[in-house]
C-alpha cells in the first residue's frame, strides 16, 4: 500500500435546500448543511469527507460551526504534515481531542478517500481490506427510504405509496409522542406485506412502554430509539416489555457503547452511522462486534450530500450489513447535488456503488462555490427551525 502525507486541508460550509423539508420528533429541516472536508496529499491525491451535521442540533449536539471550530482549531492542524500507512492509524493522531464525533469523521473521511485514491482503489475495497476475512464488497447495497413527519395521516399514506411506486422496498417513519400508533395502523392497513419500521428520535420514556407495546399488533422490522438519546440500560428494560425489536442509533456512540448494549439486552438490530461513532475506523471496529455477535446491521444516513452518501455506501456493500440502509437516491433529497452522478434507485431497492476510485462521485465546483454563497447568505438559524 502506498503511505500519504497530508500536504493541506481546506473546510467548505454548505447549504443545500432539501426537495422538501423533513420533519422528526425534533423539529423541521429545510436545508442540509454540511462541513465538507477537503484533504490534499503530497503526491497529489484530493480525498473528500462529510461532517454530516444538522442546522438545529437535536440529533446530535454538533452543529455546522461547532465542526469547524474543532477542525479548523485543533484537528486539523494535528493532521497536517502526517505520514499515514494505514487509515486506521489516523484516529490516534486526533485522539486527545474528545468527543466531537461528527467533525472527527468528517476529516477520517477524507483520509481514507484520499488514501483509497492514493492506491487506485475503490473505497469500499479499502473498507473490505479491514473487515473480516473473506467480507467482500458487493458493489452494490439494499437501502430504504425514511419519511418524516406528515401534517396528516392520509398525506403519509400517501407519501409512502409514491416511494413504493419509485421501487423503495423499505419504509421507515418517524415518529414522536401522538404520532404513532395511529400513524402504524394507517400505513400497515394500506400496505400489510411492505417492510416497515418506526424512528422515534429519543422522544418517549420508559413509562411509556405499555403505551410503545401496542405497536406490536404492526408486525414492525424494529422500533429505532425510542428513548433517550443518552440512555442504554432503560433500552434493555424496555426491550423486554416488547415484542418488536429494538435498533440504537443515538445511544451507540463507540464500540464500547455497543459492547454495553448488547451485554444489557438493549439491542436487537444497529443502526451504524459513521459520524456518530466518530469515523471509518470505529466503523469498521463496530462491523467486527456485529458479526461476531451476530447482530443484524444497516447503515443509517442524514440526509447527506453526495460527499457523505457515496462513503457510506461504500460501506454498505460490506456483506454483513444485512438490513436495508438508509441511503436513498439523490432525486429523494436535492434537485442538484454537490456531486456527480448523482445515485439511482437500481431494481430490488438497490444503490451501486459507483465505479471510479475512492468514494467514486466528483465534487463540482460550480455547486460547491453556490452552496457555500447560500450559506453565508442565508444562515437560517432560528428560522430554519418549525416547532
Ligand atoms: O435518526 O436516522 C435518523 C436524518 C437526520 C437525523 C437523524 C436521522 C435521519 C434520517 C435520515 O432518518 C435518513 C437518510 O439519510 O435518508
Ligand atoms: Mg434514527
Redesign the pocket.
Known amino acids: 500500500m502506498n503511505a500519504i502525507t497530508i500536504q493541506s486541508i481546506d473546510l467548505h460550509t454548505v447549504l443545500l435546500p432539501y426537495l422538501a423539508p423533513f420533519e ?1 420528533s425534533f423539529g423541521a429541516e429545510t436545508d442540509k448543511v454540511a462541513v465538507l472536508v477537503e484533504l490534499m496529499t503530497e503526491s497529489g491525491a484530493v480525498g473528500w469527507g462529510e461532517c454530516s451535521i ?1 442546522l438545529w442540533p437535536g ?1 446530535g449536539h454538533e452543529t455546522a460551526e461547532t465542526a469547524e471550530h474543532m477542525l479548523r482549531e485543533f484537528m486539523a492542524p494535528a493532521a497536517v504534515g502526517a505520514t499515514i500507512c494505514d487509515p486506521r492509524e489516523f484516529p490516534a493522531l486526533i485522539r486527545r481531542f474528545r468527543g466531537n464525533h461528527h467533525a472527527r469523521a468528517g476529516l477520517e473521511a477524507a483520509v481514507w478517500d484520499a488514501f483509497a485514491k492514493a492506491n487506485d482503489m475503490r473505497l469500499t475495497d479499502l473498507f473490505a481490506l479491514c473487515a473480516p476475512e473473506d467480507h467482500e464488497s458487493e458493489g452494490k447495497a439494499t437501502v430504504g427510504v ?1 419519511i418524516g413527519i406528515q401534517p396528516s395521516l392520509e398525506a403519509t399514506v400517501d407519501v409512502v405509496r409514491s416511494r413504493l411506486d419509485q421501487g423503495y422496498g423499505r419504509i ?1 417513519l418517524k415518529i414522536k409522542r401522538g404520532w404513532d400508533v395511529e400513524v402504524a395502523r394507517a400505513v400497515r392497513a394500506e400496505f400489510p406485506d411492505v417492510l416497515l419500521m418506526l ?1 422515534a ?1 429519543s422522544d418517549y420514556r420508559l413509562e411509556e412502554a405499555d403505551h410503545l407495546a401496542q405497536l406490536d399488533a404492526f408486525d414492525l422490522l424494529m422500533i429505532e430509539q425510542p428513548l433517550s438519546h443518552d440512555d442504554i440500560y432503560e433500552h434493555g428494560l424496555l426491550q423486554k416489555r416488547l415484542k418488536t425489536r429494538l435498533c440504537l ?1 443515538e445511544s451507540v456512540k463507540s464500540a464500547s457503547d455497543l459492547r454495553i448494549a448488547l451485554q444489557v439486552g438493549a439491542i436487537g438490530i444497529l ?1 451504524l452511522k459513521p459520524a456518530r461513532v466518530g469515523g471509518f475506523s470505529e466503523c469498521l471496529e463496530i462491523y467486527r462486534i456485529c458479526v461476531e455477535n451476530e447482530l443484524p446491521l444497516w447503515i ?5 450530500t453526495g460527499v457523505g452518501r457515496a462513503a457510506n455506501l461504500a460501506l454498505a456493500s460490506l456483506p454483513a450489513v444485512n438490513l436495508p440502509s ?1 441511503i ?1 437516491a439523490t432525486d429523494r433529497y436535492f434537485a442538484a447535488d454537490i456531486s456527480e452522478p448523482p445515485f439511482v434507485l437500481g431494481a430490488d431497492s438497490a444503490l451501486a456503488v459507483p465505479e471510479g476510485e475512492g468514494i467514486g462521485v466528483e465534487v463540482r465546483r460550480d455547486r460547491l462555490e453556490e452552496a457555500k454563497r447560500r450559506w453565508i447568505e442565508k444562515y437560517p438559524y432560528g428560522k430554519a427551525v418549525a416547532r
Open positions: 422528526t444538522e440529533y425514511s421507515k424512528d428520535n442509533d443502526n443509517g444516513g442524514m440526509l447527506e438508509d436513498s
